[in-house]
């Protein structure tokens, strides 16, 4: 089972970055997708961000496209979010997943996703 670790939340203001890293010391990110997703109080996880490890490809949330970027470090098995300008409704906890397919299809959705971290809380205060 693919363990995975996630860093890096935290308090900010709105219009300030975060950046937050998702780790995987079980070597498995050569295969496979990995995503990020968020949850806010109450609702249902919602998909921000995913790279497929065998054309490099992302998909984006349309509301984070322009604010946030995923990427990869395959040397150090790390997938990080690079989340700037950030705004209130950005406030959430944060998980990174992995699951083993490449496709694009239902990359969005996340009970396609077989792994999960514990999550990070982002607060961005107005």
């Known amino acids: 089972q693919v363990q995975l670790f996630e860093s890096g939340g935290g308090l900010v203001q709105a219009g300030d970055s975060l950046r937050l890293t998702c780790e995987d010391p079980?070597?498995?990110?050569?295969?496979?997708?990995m995503g990020w997703f968020r949850q806010f109080p109450g609702k249902e996880r919602e998909f921000v961000a995913a790279?497929?490890?065998?054309?490099?490809?992302?998909y984006y949330l349309d509301s984070v496209k322009d604010r946030f970027t995923v990427s990869r470090d395959d040397t150090k098995n790390t997938m990080y979010l690079q989340m700037n300008s950030l705004k209130p409704e950005d406030t959430a906890v944060y998980y990174c997943?992995?699951?083993?397919?490449?496709?694009?299809?239902?990359?969005?959705?996340?009970?396609?996703?077989?792994?999960w971290g514990q999550g990070t809380q982002v607060t961005v205060s107005s």
């Open positions: 997943a992995a699951r083993p397919s490449q496709s694009a299809m239902l990359v969005m959705d996340s009970s396609t996703y077989s792994d």
């Open positions: 079980g070597r498995s990110f050569t295969r496979g997708t």
């Open positions: 790279f497929t490890s065998l054309f490099h490809k992302t």
